[in-house]
């Protein structure tokens, strides 16, 4: 495995991502990466989720990574999800690192100033998981780089995941705060991390035509997150953190595309995470098995 | 012991296996009078509130545009209701108030299904409100212009 593998990962995900992109497609998508708003997926529908990363670290091989999501509403108040995930890194090798189920719990009926969320998440991975969709603890971009995936590989991570989602709409904006607990369920302690988001609409307004391009199918922002220590060791010292600008696009009824180049903000981080998103809805999945127009 | 902690892992998976199933069968539906009495509920000060974009053309193709987007796979393209979402041409949403409308898009209904529609930013919401009001009632003649 060499450079040229994951420039063709790199190659096949951007593939993939135009054809998706000419074939005819609104979802409300947030542009995030990493934080979770309010919003859940509506009752019945589906979301297949492509979340491919190509990620640059200071010292060590390059690698890409890719989740495949699919979410699904149970109810108006429960939304559940599960992802597939694998990684590639340069001049080592492409390998299946795991799985996650995870589900979200809005307790409140009604909108308020700060509505929050109930996060549960169960994995199932190995230590060479590359798709960085949370930051806690001290895991750190470096350390994870300069272990080979041989190596890396054997390491089971066993793992529950809590979050606090705490999310915010006012005057187009929305402002969404996720304070996040980890457990490695072979007896290691609580590892502690959070994610921000803030974002807008470029347009408030819909225009009355049908477009593609217009200001109103885009959403921008920023997202920022990272580790906060361990129950024994609650600091930001030796902890990654990431910034980035975020943007999601929705060019059709059900499909949204997003973006974001994260920056890493300390010495433990990786350089830079290239962060790409494709995201199609099917409406009404059990009607359509049972054959419903 | 193992076999004891065996059989109840196996327990606690089916009992897992099966909530969701008991969840979505118990959950309310949302019929045309349960939109009726949810209306009903909206706070008095959001009865008050007027559409900014009242009376305007513009908003009505708007906010049409918008339910086809968001709203019609529920309530049908021509909000005459489906299995998923009750029909939206019934008097008692046609002639709501517009902050009742509103709110209730705002809100939702998250424990019969509806969606609470705040991911919207708050101008597009008004603009569905222009495009529900301009609904003919149920029985009348449909303008595709509107």
């Known amino acids: 495995m060499t450079q040229t593998t994951l420039l063709r990962f790199g190659l096949s995900a951007s593939l993939l991502l135009l054809l998706l992109l000419v074939a005819l497609p609104a979802s409300s998508q947030t542009p995030y990466f990493v934080t979770y708003t309010h919003y859940l997926e509506e009752p019945g529908n589906l979301e297949i989720s492509f979340l491919p990363t190509i990620g640059v670290p200071k010292t060590g091989p390059r690698f890409g990574s890719a989740l495949l999501e699919f979410e699904y509403g149970m109810t108006g108040w429960w939304t559940t999800e599960l992802y597939l995930d694998g990684q590639t890194t340069a001049g080592q090798s492409t390998l299946f690192t795991g799985w996650r189920w995870e589900n979200r719990f809005r307790p409140l009926a009604r909108e308020h100033w700060i509505n929050p969320v109930l996060y549960v998440e169960y994995e199932r991975l190995n230590g060479a998981d590359r798709t960085l969709r949370e930051v806690v603890g001290f895991d750190s971009g470096r350390e994870q780089a300069e272990t080979p995936n041989a190596l890396a590989r054997q390491e089971e991570e066993h793992e529950v995941e809590l979050r606090l989602i705490l999310s915010s709409n006012t005057h187009g904006w929305n402002l969404a705060e996720n304070f996040l607990a980890v457990k490695n369920l072979s007896g290691e302690p609580w590892e502690f991390g959070y994610a921000v988001g803030v974002s807008r609409p470029l347009a408030l307004e819909a225009s009355a035509r049908t477009c593609r391009l217009c200001l109103e199918n885009f959403t921008g922002g920023v997202e920022l997150s990272g580790g906060l220590g361990t129950r024994e060791r609650l600091t930001l010292s030796g902890t990654s953190h990431y910034i980035g600008p975020v943007l999601n696009w929705t060019p059709a009824p059900g499909w949204a595309v997003r973006f974001s180049p994260s920056f890493g903000l300390t010495h433990e981080a990786h350089r830079l995470l290239l962060r790409f998103g494709v995201s199609y809805e099917v409406a009404d999945l059990v009607g359509r098995l049972r054959g419903r127009p | ?146």
Not at chain 2, 19 to 29: I, L, M, R, S
Not at chain 2, 40 to 51: I, V
């Open chain 2, 1 to 146: 012991m193992i076999a004891r902690t065996a059989g109840r892992l196996r327990l606690t998976a089916l009992l897992i296996w099966i909530a969701p199933f008991v969840v979505v069968a118990a959950q309310k539906k949302f019929d045309p009078q349960a939109l009726r009495s949810a209306l009903e509920k909206a706070p008095p000060r959001f009865a008050q509130m007027t559409n900014p974009y009242e009376g305007q053309p513009a908003a009505v193709a708007a906010g049409e545009k918008l339910f086809r987007h968001h709203c019609a796979e529920c309530h049908g393209q021509h909000a005459e209701g489906t299995h998923r979402g009750p029909r939206l041409d019934q008097p008692w949403v046609v002639g709501a108030r517009p902050g009742v409308l509103f709110w209730f898009l705002t809100n939702g209904d998250i424990r019969r299904g509806m969606p609470a529609w705040s991911r919207l930013p708050e101008q597009q919401r008004w603009q569905l409100v222009s495009f529900l009001r301009s609904l003919p009632p149920a029985g009348g003649d449909r303008n595709p212009q509107r």
